[in-house]
């Protein structure tokens, strides 16, 4: 009888602690959590020179990201997760291993007239006060690194979590435009391009011309490798990058080469990579169908371009200039040396103008009559000289130009040196 009293007690204990120990568990858990919340909601704000150096902490040392990160209070850190912070240190850290700067040593504070004058002023008037700080390295930078700070209603500099994603944003489209390129995948260049091309004249044809010129530009010509390409500018509305060494278009020389990325109005981004073609020689000379009649930069003698025009409609003689202007119908001809009578002259031929009634081309594809889209399709890049083509030809540059007509149509192109 007492052993059944007593396998009783030891059976109510047992039970009795099976209840207990989950409670216990929760208990301990939500300890823990309040704990670890009442030490983030406690953590003092701290000066924006304290901000600074927490923050130049993990650009010199990547381990010490999550430590940095929890000893900044909720309110300097404006909501921005642990992921989007480690993310734009890892940039930090990027643009500060740029052209062997070391690491970051000190900084300099810059006051509110002076980040304006950095950052503009539309995006003052978007983000609000902004201060900032300028960081010092082992060796002096080439181009100047900045960490910009938002300033609350309260006077306290904070991360602005906006400033933060945008810049984020921003870096990691250019990041994607050239690994497009890196893969030479036009169509994907085109995507990137397309927002920033909204004009009547960028067809889809256009622009997939322009991805196909950019792919070829960055497989024969560009020489960096993409680890080489410096950022010397970022900010939420703009991204530059520098690529070292570049070929020139005359394959004599390395240049380097400025890559924008613009953000719109749209939340897309605008692409500014613009490329010096090579010079197409074909366009120095006056075609007639599938006949090559001259070339600008030659030396003709009157009998021989007659024979190779035909008679002229008109031939305007200035023998003490040593200039005479050939007509014939919708081409004017000016050539310059020896000239005698209209009959009599010889010189090189200097400038090629031709328009409205004119059947003839330059090379085989530029006519009088063809639109914008047109001459893009052909030359990607001619809207970033205003529709001039410049060509090359040993000690020589010339320059074709394009009169349009209101509907955007050429009604006159001109080659002159």
Not at 13 to 38: R, Y
Not at 43 to 53: F, H, Y
Not at 94 to 102: A, H, L, M, N
Not at 324 to 336: D, F, L, P, S, T
Request: aromatic fraction near 12%.
């Amino acid at each position: 009888m007492k052993e059944h009293k007593f396998l009783n007690k030891a059976l109510a204990v047992i039970l009795s602690t099976l209840v207990v120990l989950p409670f216990a568990g929760c208990d301990l858990a939500q300890d823990i959590k309040s704990n670890v919340e009442d030490r983030i909601n406690h953590v003092q704000d701290v000066s924006e020179q304290e901000l600074t150096r927490l923050i130049i902490t993990t650009i010199n040392d990547s381990r010490e990201t999550a430590d940095v990160f929890s000893s900044i209070s909720e309110t300097q850190i404006d909501g921005l997760s642990y992921s989007y912070f480690s993310e734009y240190m890892s940039i930090l850290r990027e643009i500060s291993r740029q052209d062997s700067k070391g690491k970051v040593l000190s900084f300099r504070l810059m006051d509110e007239q002076e980040c304006v004058s950095i950052i503009g002023e539309d995006l003052t008037e978007e983000y609000g006060d902004i201060v900032g700080a300028e960081l010092l390295y082992e060796e002096e930078a080439q181009y100047p690194v900045y960490i910009f700070f938002k300033k609350n209603s309260d006077g306290v500099v904070c991360l602005s979590s906006e400033w933060v994603t945008a810049i984020i944003n921003i870096y990691n489209y250019a990041s994607h435009y050239f690994t497009m390129l890196s893969d030479e995948n036009a169509d994907g260049v085109m995507a990137l391009l397309e927002p920033g091309l909204t004009a009547d004249e960028y067809t889809e044809e256009v622009i997939y011309s322009r991805a196909e010129a950019l792919c070829e530009f960055y497989k024969m010509r560009v020489k960096s490798s993409s680890s080489d390409y410096e950022i010397t500018e970022i900010l939420p509305d703009e991204l530059i990058y520098r690529i070292p060494e570049t070929v020139s278009s005359d394959g004599s020389s390395f240049e380097e080469h400025i890559v924008i990325f613009e953000a719109l109005s749209s939340g897309n981004f605008s692409i500014i990579d613009e490329v010096t073609q090579a010079s197409d020689i074909n366009l120095l000379y006056l075609t007639y169908g599938e006949e090559r009649l001259f070339r600008v930069g030659g030396i003709y003698s009157s009998s021989v371009l007659y024979s190779l025009m035909g008679d002229p409609i008109s031939v305007s003689v200035y023998p003490d200039t040593g200039m005479a202007i050939v007509k014939y119908k919708g081409v004017n001809i000016r050539v310059e040396g020896t000239v005698e009578s209209e009959d009599e002259w010889q010189g090189t031929v200097t400038s090629i103008r031709f328009y409205s009634t004119s059947s003839n081309m330059l090379g085989y594809n530029l006519y009088v009559g063809m639109t914008k889209s047109q001459i893009l399709e052909l030359y990607p890049f001619a809207d970033i000289e205003d529709y001039v083509i410049s060509i090359t030809s040993g000690a020589h540059t010339y320059s074709i130009t394009f009169e349009f007509d209101e509907d955007n149509t050429v009604e006159e192109i001109k080659i002159t040196e």
